[in-house]
């Protein structure tokens, strides 16, 4: 067998094989093309590099060679390696005479070189060169590397020359100067900012391939300003009346539309221009019309220009005429039974329905039904839809969609953005605190620390204000739910951390407040959080500060407060944390237990996180206490203007910082080795750390800053101002005092160390808590219409039923009542779909070879001696070869659908095909047979079938050739 | 910008041609080109030929073996890259007469030369296909 197939091979080799590559070469892509799995191919691959190293080290390698090797060497980089040991070799190649070798020289380096590498700096001067060339196929050869290798420093060097080529005489080559013009207005935009008319001459160009290119640099200039290219509209609606008139050349069509791609450019362009402008709008009306009713809308391409125009039609000035047609082709495209054409549907859909927002009823329920499609790309560009039609009346519709389907995804990217939605939606039409907070409370739930921190802070504002109004009640009511949903939610396993700090605060400003839950029922929980998400330090400081204000609470209130054991040991365990916020919180604790109700009631007032905070600049309260010092014989205080002199350390940091310097040397005598600390910081960082502190009262800034540095020091004052800061900090997660820069940075790091395991743990366990969660919910009692409902818009599937049932229970009466009528279409447009999309015909040849699934029970080896039998001389014989290898193929075919995982001896079987293969085409050649088929190369069309079949591509009708359907 | 980038993958998920139109690294490309063939090559053909993929639309068509996948911008019209696929195929066709995924591999200098002729800088520049072709041929004579 081996001994055949080598044969075969050399054979093949001998008479080139029709490839004109070496054995090297085809044993190389061969094994590639069969390699069945990665590691395979990363070995074979590896296995190349070394040799390439070795063949690269040999003296005077022939060109021809070279260029096979370049080609191999592409290959090694396309499979993801790195080939920049041979990259020289590619710049090398660059200068060759031979046309051939240069273009493959550039191909190489523009597939492995960024335009900033270092080696590109030696090719400027051959692309310098060749752009002076008098064979006009050098120079596309060297505008093309120009596109892919100048970046903005070598532009200057190429430009002139390039801008000579605009006038060049050939067709190809303007075209590509052009395009080389574009390059640098991406990669420069001043470099050619002076050039920028030859894209309006070039637009009248005679070739219509150089007015095609025109169109993309010019379409990039309207992007960014529309006003300097008002006057080209007519120029381009005359240019789409033509086209679109089929003045073009014949070859431009494609499927019997006239340069379609070259419409579509247009039409984008006219978009822009016609924007807010109803002159410039005016003048297209006619030739859009005219697109409308002239395109073919059975072809793909045909429905690709309409959709162009519904883009356009949608961004010029209103033109009701137009906007039916519009409406008229959206409806047919979601009418449709392509995914594609539904998808192109709810696009323009969306588009429409910023200017007329009733579009949207009649397609209702095609809508609801890409909406439940269990594809995803259908499914997110029609919740992109939805969230373009939301509005105060359906946004709970929509927001319960939104979270279902971002609860059942994996996807972290499109998660955030889901998320974000949802909470934008939320946040703009909520209809109630109380649905907003659920809402919240979901979204927090499932995407957890995917959710910006803003909205964690949003939310807590929004339960501490309540409704914003007077009404106690409603307030009261919205807090002792959100609690208790709390108390509900807080048992569940790795809940994100943003949102177990909302649950923290929420529980500890209002645990108590309507007095359901005992102090010690929610201190308890609080602890349970702090111990089990003792690795997250922001968790642990909102729990334990929660705790305080809890224990607050009830001193004011007069109850004998009895710590828990358990909280007892956590506040022990974090005085001694290496975090100094923890501890520091952890002391402030044990210091407001210890002190009396009155003095709690001015520090921890209930319910007061929305009160500001008036900061007593004068420190009046400090009179007494002060005087009586005086009294004793203490120094009085001495304002700072009257004591620039001696200064000290608090003063120097609020001096201009000139002055600060000139008495820098003589303060440090004075003053106590401790606050010298922050003295020794030069003068610009000290700066820099007031600044952080946006609080005009310098004395203010400098207590705090004092006081969060320096966490030991423990007199009545300061700690009672700590209390007051830290309070609001949390509260707002504004970095308002200096003592929250501290806060704000353990966060930051917490969460960039934590973050991957965190979202990881969210994802996996949120079906799991979802289940919980909505198990738990008050009265989830779906009626025997909404299931009716339910299962025929979903189609009965376990998954999407559960789906229906916790999305649509809280649909209200109105909208209940046109899904009911919307139900039975969909039933029946859902059948009818499915009996349309089974035998629906399509261009592309999906029939898929038996390669990866089963194969027949064919001996390939009997089957390969009989091919060698019947193949002895002829090449009609070759024709009898193909046929008998296909039959079993198709067999194969009809056995996949009846026996599915059957596995069987594929490998060997594709090598088997492809040792044949290659004798067969060996054999032609020998006998002399010179079968032609088209194509420029002289191949015979069963060596072709032969060599696809040997690649695993197995045929399937009657022409064995991979691409029979393209062509009809 | 447009397109991003052009791939032809087989239905293993073997990258068979690459090109890109802006700079990604080896590693970019390796992540990208297995998310892609993770997420694009499990799709039935009911499904749309659209996939989003992070800040990538991506488009593709499959002929028998061998996926053709380009990634474009957001704002891109699908359907008209959908078909400017086909167009890339049909040149390939008309050029290597009966194109298969292996004259893409012996020829993937060739298949490159066509893809240079029909986009530039990530935009499509010529959809003749005898303008594609004429100068690689042109080329053949020389």
Same mark, same amino acid.
């Given at each position: 067998?081996?001994?055949?197939?080598?044969?075969?091979?050399?054979?093949?080799?001998?008479?080139?094989?029709?490839?004109?590559?070496?054995?090297?070469?085809?044993?190389?892509?061969?094994?590639?093309?069969?390699?069945?799995?990665?590691?395979?191919?990363?070995?074979?691959?590896?296995?190349?590099?070394?040799?390439?190293?070795?063949?690269?080290?040999?003296?005077?390698?022939?060109?021809?060679?070279?260029?096979?090797?370049?080609?191999?060497?592409?290959?090694?980089?396309?499979?993801?390696?790195?080939?920049?040991?041979?990259?020289?070799?590619?710049?090398?190649?660059?200068?060759?005479?031979?046309?051939?070798?240069?273009?493959?020289?550039?191909?190489?380096?523009?597939?492995?070189?960024?335009?900033?590498?270092?080696?590109?700096?030696?090719?400027?001067?051959?692309?310098?060169?060749?752009?002076?060339?008098?064979?006009?196929?050098?120079?596309?050869?060297?505008?093309?590397?120009?596109?892919?290798?100048?970046?903005?420093?070598?532009?200057?060097?190429?430009?002139?020359?390039?801008?000579?080529?605009?006038?060049?005489?050939?067709?190809?080559?303007?075209?590509?100067?052009?395009?080389?013009?574009?390059?640098?207005?991406?990669?420069?935009?001043?470099?050619?900012?002076?050039?920028?008319?030859?894209?309006?001459?070039?637009?009248?160009?005679?070739?219509?391939?150089?007015?095609?290119?025109?169109?993309?640099?010019?379409?990039?200039?309207?992007?960014?300003?529309?006003?300097?290219?008002?006057?080209?509209?007519?120029?381009?609606?005359?240019?789409?009346?033509?086209?679109?008139?089929?003045?073009?050349?014949?070859?431009?069509?494609?499927?019997?539309?006239?340069?379609?791609?070259?419409?579509?450019?247009?039409?984008?362009?006219?978009?822009?221009?016609?924007?807010?402008?109803?002159?410039?709008?005016?003048?297209?009306?006619?030739?859009?019309?005219?697109?409308?009713?002239?395109?073919?809308?059975?072809?793909?391409?045909?429905?690709?220009?309409?959709?162009?125009?519904?883009?356009?039609?949608?961004?010029?000035?209103?033109?009701?005429?137009?906007?039916?047609?519009?409406?008229?082709?959206?409806?047919?495209?979601?009418?449709?039974?392509?995914?594609?054409?539904?998808?192109?549907?709810?696009?323009?859909?969306?588009?429409?329905?910023?200017?007329?927002?009733?579009?949207?009823?009649?397609?209702?329920?095609?809508?609801?039904?890409?909406?439940?499609?269990?594809?995803?790309?259908?499914?997110?560009?029609?919740?992109?839809?939805?969230?373009?039609?939301?509005?105060?009346?359906?946004?709970?519709?929509?927001?319960?969609?939104?979270?279902?389907?971002?609860?059942?995804?994996?996807?972290?990217?499109?998660?955030?953005?889901?998320?974000?939605?949802?909470?934008?939606?939320?946040?703009?039409?909520?209809?109630?605190?109380?649905?907003?907070?659920?809402?919240?409370?979901?979204?927090?739930?499932?995407?957890?620390?995917?959710?910006?921190?803003?909205?964690?802070?949003?939310?807590?504002?929004?339960?501490?204000?309540?409704?914003?109004?007077?009404?106690?009640?409603?307030?009261?009511?919205?807090?002792?739910?959100?609690?208790?949903?709390?108390?509900?939610?807080?048992?569940?396993?790795?809940?994100?951390?943003?949102?177990?700090?909302?649950?923290?605060?929420?529980?500890?400003?209002?645990?108590?407040?309507?007095?359901?839950?005992?102090?010690?029922?929610?201190?308890?929980?609080?602890?349970?959080?702090?111990?089990?998400?003792?690795?997250?330090?922001?968790?642990?400081?909102?729990?334990?500060?929660?705790?305080?204000?809890?224990?607050?609470?009830?001193?004011?209130?007069?109850?004998?407060?009895?710590?828990?054991?358990?909280?007892?040991?956590?506040?022990?365990?974090?005085?001694?944390?290496?975090?100094?916020?923890?501890?520091?919180?952890?002391?402030?604790?044990?210091?407001?237990?210890?002190?009396?109700?009155?003095?709690?009631?001015?520090?921890?007032?209930?319910?007061?996180?929305?009160?500001?905070?008036?900061?007593?600049?004068?420190?009046?309260?400090?009179?007494?206490?002060?005087?009586?010092?005086?009294?004793?014989?203490?120094?009085?205080?001495?304002?700072?203007?009257?004591?620039?002199?001696?200064?000290?350390?608090?003063?120097?940091?609020?001096?201009?910082?000139?002055?600060?310097?000139?008495?820098?040397?003589?303060?440090?005598?004075?003053?106590?080795?401790?606050?010298?600390?922050?003295?020794?910081?030069?003068?610009?960082?000290?700066?820099?750390?007031?600044?952080?502190?946006?609080?005009?009262?310098?004395?203010?800034?400098?207590?705090?800053?004092?006081?969060?540095?320096?966490?030991?020091?423990?007199?009545?004052?300061?700690?009672?101002?700590?209390?007051?800061?830290?309070?609001?900090?949390?509260?707002?997660?504004?970095?308002?005092?200096?003592?929250?820069?501290?806060?704000?940075?353990?966060?930051?790091?917490?969460?960039?160390?934590?973050?991957?395991?965190?979202?990881?743990?969210?994802?996996?366990?949120?079906?799991?808590?979802?289940?919980?969660?909505?198990?738990?919910?008050?009265?989830?009692?779906?009626?025997?219409?909404?299931?009716?409902?339910?299962?025929?818009?979903?189609?009965?599937?376990?998954?999407?039923?559960?789906?229906?049932?916790?999305?649509?229970?809280?649909?209200?009466?109105?909208?209940?009542?046109?899904?009911?009528?919307?139900?039975?279409?969909?039933?029946?447009?859902?059948?009818?779909?499915?009996?349309?999309?089974?035998?629906?015909?399509?261009?592309?040849?999906?029939?898929?070879?038996?390669?990866?699934?089963?194969?027949?029970?064919?001996?390939?080896?009997?089957?390969?001696?009989?091919?060698?039998?019947?193949?002895?001389?002829?090449?009609?014989?070759?024709?009898?070869?193909?046929?008998?290898?296909?039959?079993?193929?198709?067999?194969?075919?009809?056995?996949?659908?009846?026996?599915?995982?059957?596995?069987?001896?594929?490998?060997?079987?594709?090598?088997?095909?492809?040792?044949?293969?290659?004798?067969?085409?060996?054999?032609?050649?020998?006998?002399?047979?010179?079968?032609?088929?088209?194509?420029?190369?002289?191949?015979?069309?069963?060596?072709?079938?032969?060599?696809?079949?040997?690649?695993?591509?197995?045929?399937?009708?009657?022409?064995?050739?991979?691409?029979?359907?393209?062509?009809? | 910008?447009?397109?991003?980038?052009?791939?032809?993958?087989?239905?293993?998920?073997?990258?068979?041609?690459?090109?890109?139109?802006?700079?990604?690294?080896?590693?970019?490309?390796?992540?990208?080109?297995?998310?892609?063939?993770?997420?694009?090559?499990?799709?039935?053909?009911?499904?749309?030929?659209?996939?989003?993929?992070?800040?990538?639309?991506?488009?593709?068509?499959?002929?028998?073996?061998?996926?053709?996948?380009?990634? $474009?911008? *957001?704002?891109?019209?699908?359907?008209?890259?959908?078909?400017? %696929?086909?167009?890339?195929? @049909?040149? #390939? &066709?008309?050029?290597?007469?009966?194109?298969?995924?292996?004259?893409?591999?012996?020829?993937?200098?060739?298949?490159?030369?066509?893809?240079?002729?029909? $986009?530039? *800088?990530?935009?499509?520049?010529?959809?003749?296909?005898?303008? %594609?072709?004429?100068?690689? @041929?042109? #080329? &053949?004579?020389?």
């Amino acid at each position: 067998m081996e001994q055949l197939k080598t044969i075969g091979r050399e054979l093949a080799m001998g008479s080139q094989g029709g490839f004109g590559q070496s054995k090297e070469f085809l044993d190389l892509v061969k094994s590639i093309g069969e390699a069945r799995s990665k590691a395979e191919e990363e070995r074979i691959v590896l296995h190349e590099i070394e040799t390439l190293k070795r063949r690269l080290a040999e003296p005077d390698i022939p060109k021809r060679k070279m260029k096979e090797y370049l080609i191999r060497l592409v290959y090694v980089e396309m499979l993801g390696h790195d080939a920049s040991f041979a990259y020289i070799h590619a710049v090398k190649m660059t200068h060759d005479d031979n046309l051939v070798l240069k273009r493959t020289g550039y191909l190489a380096v523009s597939l492995f070189l960024n335009d900033d590498h270092d080696l590109i700096i030696l090719i400027v001067n051959t692309i310098q060169k060749d752009l002076k060339s008098d064979n006009y196929l050098v120079v596309c050869t060297a505008l093309n590397a120009v596109c892919k290798l100048i970046n903005d420093e070598t532009v200057p060097a190429v430009l002139p020359q390039v801008v000579e080529l605009l006038a060049h005489q050939k067709e190809a080559v303007r075209k590509k100067a052009i395009m080389a013009l574009h390059r640098f207005y991406q990669k420069s935009p001043s470099s050619v900012s002076h050039l920028v008319s030859n894209f309006r001459k070039r637009l009248c160009d005679n070739d219509p391939g150089v007015m095609g290119a025109t169109l993309c640099p010019l379409f990039d200039l309207i992007t960014i300003d529309v006003n300097t290219y008002k006057d080209l509209v007519v120029s381009f609606v005359s240019i789409l009346k033509q086209v679109a008139e089929r003045r073009l050349p014949k070859t431009y069509d494609y499927h019997q539309l006239p340069a379609p791609f070259i419409q579509i450019r247009l039409l984008k362009i006219l978009a822009m221009l016609g924007s807010g402008d109803k002159q410039a709008s005016e003048k297209m009306y006619t030739v859009v019309s005219d697109i409308f009713k002239k395109c073919d809308s059975t072809s793909n391409i045909g429905n690709a220009v309409l959709y162009e125009c519904i883009c356009c039609v949608s961004a010029i000035h209103l033109n009701p005429k137009l906007l039916d047609q519009a409406a008229q082709v959206i409806s047919r495209f979601l009418k449709s039974d392509s995914h594609n054409l539904k998808y192109m549907g709810i696009d323009a859909l969306g588009r429409l329905i910023k200017i007329s927002p009733e579009i949207a009823e009649q397609h209702q329920l095609a809508v609801i039904d890409c909406l439940e499609d269990p594809d995803d790309t259908l499914k997110r560009k029609t919740f992109e839809l939805l969230y373009k039609m939301t509005k105060s009346s359906n946004v709970e519709v929509i927001v319960d969609h939104m979270i279902s389907y971002m609860i059942s995804i994996n996807d972290n990217h499109y998660k955030t953005y889901i998320a974000s939605r949802c909470v934008e939606l939320a946040e703009q039409f909520a209809p109630s605190n109380q649905w907003f907070i659920q809402t919240m409370n979901k979204v927090f739930e499932h995407a957890g620390d995917l959710v910006n921190v803003k909205v964690a802070h949003n939310l807590m504002k929004l339960i501490a204000e309540g409704f914003g109004e007077d009404d106690d009640t409603a307030d009261s009511q919205l807090r002792s739910s959100a609690v208790e949903s709390y108390l509900r939610i807080i048992v569940e396993p790795k809940l994100p951390s943003v949102f177990l700090q909302v649950i923290c605060w929420v529980l500890g400003e209002y645990g108590t407040a309507d007095g359901k839950y005992s102090a010690s029922y929610i201190t308890g929980k609080l602890c349970d959080v702090a111990e089990a998400y003792s690795n997250d330090e922001t968790v642990k400081a909102y729990a334990v500060t929660a705790i305080m204000k809890i224990y607050a609470f009830e001193i004011s209130a007069a109850r004998k407060v009895d710590m828990l054991p358990e909280c007892q040991s956590l506040v022990e365990e974090l005085s001694a944390s290496h975090s100094t916020d923890l501890q520091q919180r952890a002391y402030e604790l044990q210091a407001v237990i210890g002190i009396d109700a009155h003095a709690i009631e001015s520090i921890m007032p209930s319910d007061a996180s929305c009160e500001d905070i008036e900061i007593d600049k004068n420190l009046s309260f400090l009179d007494g206490y002060v005087q009586r010092a005086i009294e004793k014989g203490a120094q009085p205080y001495i304002s700072e203007n009257e004591r620039t002199g001696m200064l000290n350390i608090n003063n120097f940091r609020n001096q201009d910082q000139p002055e600060a310097l000139s008495h820098s040397l003589r303060f440090e005598a004075y003053e106590l080795p401790k606050p010298l600390v922050p003295s020794r910081v030069p003068p610009a960082a000290v700066a820099s750390s007031t600044e952080l502190v946006p609080v005009p009262e310098p004395y203010y800034a400098r207590e705090t800053h004092q006081a969060a540095s320096l966490p030991s020091v423990s007199d009545a004052g300061s700690t009672e101002l700590k209390l007051r800061l830290d309070g609001v900090q949390k509260k707002w997660g504004r970095p308002t005092y200096s003592s929250s820069a501290s806060l704000t940075s353990t966060s930051g790091s917490h969460k960039t160390t934590n973050g991957v395991t965190q979202v990881d743990g969210v994802s996996t366990s949120n079906s799991k808590g979802r289940e919980a969660y909505d198990s738990r919910k008050p009265s989830v009692e779906i009626s025997p219409e909404k299931q009716k409902l339910a299962s025929s818009l979903f189609g009965g599937s376990s998954r999407t039923e559960k789906r229906a049932s916790s999305g649509n229970h809280k649909v209200s009466k109105a909208t209940e009542k046109s899904h009911v009528g919307k139900a039975a279409g969909a039933h029946s447009d859902a059948v009818a779909e499915k009996i349309n999309s089974e035998p629906t015909p399509d261009l592309l040849d999906f029939s898929d070879s038996a390669v990866t699934s089963t194969a027949p029970s064919v001996d390939p080896f009997q089957q390969l001696e009989g091919l060698l039998d019947q193949t002895e001389a002829t090449s009609t014989m070759n024709n009898g070869a193909a046929g008998a290898s296909r039959t079993p193929e198709i067999m194969g075919l009809y056995a996949d659908s009846a026996v599915s995982g059957l596995s069987s001896s594929v490998a060997n079987r594709d090598e088997f095909n492809l040792a044949s293969e290659l004798s067969n085409a060996a054999r032609t050649s020998q006998v002399g047979v010179s079968q032609l088929n088209k194509g420029p190369n002289p191949k015979d069309s069963l060596e072709k079938d032969a060599l696809v079949r040997q690649m695993g591509v197995n045929p399937t009708s009657e022409n064995p050739n991979l691409f029979k359907d393209l062509l009809g | 910008m447009g397109i991003r980038f052009i791939l032809m993958v087989n239905k293993q998920g073997q990258t068979r041609l690459a090109q890109y139109y802006e700079h990604l690294t080896l590693q970019e490309r390796r992540a990208l080109e297995a998310e892609i063939v993770r997420k694009c090559l499990a799709r039935n053909q009911q499904q749309c030929s659209f996939v989003e993929l992070w800040n990538y639309k991506i488009v593709y068509r499959r002929y028998v073996s061998l996926f053709f996948l380009v990634g $474009v911008d *957001n704002d891109e019209n699908e359907l008209a890259i959908l078909e400017f %696929i086909h167009l890339i195929a @049909q040149t #390939m &066709d008309h050029h290597f007469g009966n194109v298969c995924e292996l004259d893409i591999m012996f020829y993937l200098e060739r298949a490159h030369f066509m893809l240079d002729e029909m $986009v530039m *800088n990530g935009c499509i520049v010529e959809t003749s296909k005898t303008h %594609i072709l004429a100068p690689i @041929q042109q #080329m &053949d004579k020389t």
